[in-house]
Nanobody, 124 residues
Framework: QVQLVESGGGLVQPGGSLRLSCAAS????????MGWFRQAPGKEREFVGR????????YYADSVKGRFTVSRDNAKNTVYLQMNSLKPEDTAVYYC?????????????????WGQGTQVTVSS
C-alpha cells in the first residue's frame, strides 16, 4: 500500500502562483511515475502532468503546458506541482497519484494510488 498526502492548496488571485506538495509513504519501492490530476465541480477528473521515477521526463496537458511544472525529490519521497500564471479555470481539487508504470499516460486507470486532494481556488 502507498499513502499519498497533498498539501499547499488555497486561494490565489489570477496570475498568481502556488506550489502543491505530495508526500508518499508506505510501499514506496513500488512507486514509479507520479502524476497530478484535477477535478473541477461538475467535471471529470482530468490529467495535469506526470514525472518519471528519475525525474528525467515530464509530460503535461496542453491546458497547463508552459505554466505548470512537476518535479520530485526522491530523498524526501515528495512530488511537487509548481503552478504559475494561474487562471480562474484552474480552480479544482488537485490530486496526486502514483503509478507502477515508468511512463504512464493520461488515463486515471494507469495510476494505482491516489491522495485525498487539495483545493485550489483562483479568484479575485
Amino acid at each position: 500500500q502507498v499513502q499519498l498526502v497533498e498539501s499547499g492548496g488555497g486561494l490565489v488571485q489570477p496570475g498568481g502562483s502556488l506550489r502543491l506538495s505530495c508526500a508518499a509513504s508506505g510501499s514506496i519501492f513500488s512507486i514509479n511515475a507520479m502524476g497530478w490530476f484535477r477535478q473541477a465541480p461538475g467535471k471529470e477528473r482530468e490529467f495535469v502532468g506526470r514525472i518519471t521515477r528519475s525525474g528525467g521526463s515530464t509530460y503535461y496537458a496542453d491546458s497547463v503546458k508552459g505554466r505548470f511544472t512537476v518535479s520530485r525529490d526522491n530523498a524526501k519521497n515528495t512530488v511537487y506541482l509548481q503552478m504559475n500564471s494561474l487562471k480562474p479555470e484552474d480552480t479544482a481539487v488537485y490530486y496526486c497519484a502514483s503509478a507502477y508504470l515508468s511512463a504512464p499516460g493520461v488515463s486515471r486507470s494507469e495510476y494505482a494510488y491516489w491522495g485525498q486532494g487539495t483545493q485550489v481556488t483562483v479568484s479575485s
